[in-house]
């Protein structure tokens, strides 16, 4: 565990793209499983949210990428309700940050080379699976993927057509730091371009 008591504030002056990679980087060298790992919340076009966990496999100045099975429960909502809140947890660091904003579907060539870079099995696995609809038996994948398995042989595995990903073009950032006695530092960093047409942002230290 971090030493809580000698945690910096959070730097208000920073660059949240630049801060967030910090963090990351931090949780890389301390998370011992999977530091990407983020929650993914999504929600109905009438407003009943969903969450679960998912790996982060990108992140620029455009935004944060995951992929998905477009078919599945959160790619429905997502083309139904492009609209995400993401959360990091990083307990080794005592740190969290939250991410909210609209998705946009990440080009073909970029799914086709993260599709690419995945192990064999995986998208294998990713071919024979209706992700999210109900499985009568465990068996009848299991035999979908020895199918699939034996129709590839040894040759290419294109990536499926309702296979893909999104990217999250972040609205507002929030970077939260344990500190003792639950006094934690929080602070916020919200796009002005909905106020403004300018891509600046507002910073906002908040109460714990």
Wanted: hydrophobic share 40%; net charge neutral; glycine share 6%.
């Amino acid at each position: 565990m971090t030493d809580r008591a000698a945690s910096p504030l959070i730097d208000l002056a920073a660059d949240p793209f630049d801060l967030f990679a910090a963090w990351m980087r931090a949780a890389e060298a301390t998370e011992s499983v999977d530091p990407n790992a983020m929650a993914l919340a999504t929600a109905t076009p009438d407003g009943r949210p969903s969450v679960r966990m998912i790996l982060l496999k990108g992140a620029d100045r455009r935004g944060f990428v995951f992929y998905t099975n477009l078919e599945s429960r959160k790619g429905r909502e997502l083309l139904a309700n492009p609209h995400v809140a993401l959360l990091f947890h990083w307990k080794s660091l005592r740190r969290q940050i939250r991410i909210e904003g609209p998705v946009s579907p990440v080009t073909p060539e970029e799914a086709d080379e993260y599709f690419s870079s995945r192990s064999r099995e995986s998208r294998i696995g990713a071919v024979a699976s209706d992700q999210s609809r109900p499985l009568p038996d465990r068996a009848l994948f299991e035999r979908r993927v020895a199918e699939v398995r034996e129709q590839v042989g040894d040759g290419p595995i294109p990536r499926p057509g309702h296979w893909s990903g999104f990217r999250c073009r972040p609205e507002m950032m929030e970077f939260w730091q344990d500190r003792p006695h639950r006094m934690h530092d929080r602070a916020t960093w919200t796009r002005n371009d909905a106020v403004t047409g300018e891509d600046t942002w507002r910073v906002t230290r908040l109460y714990p």
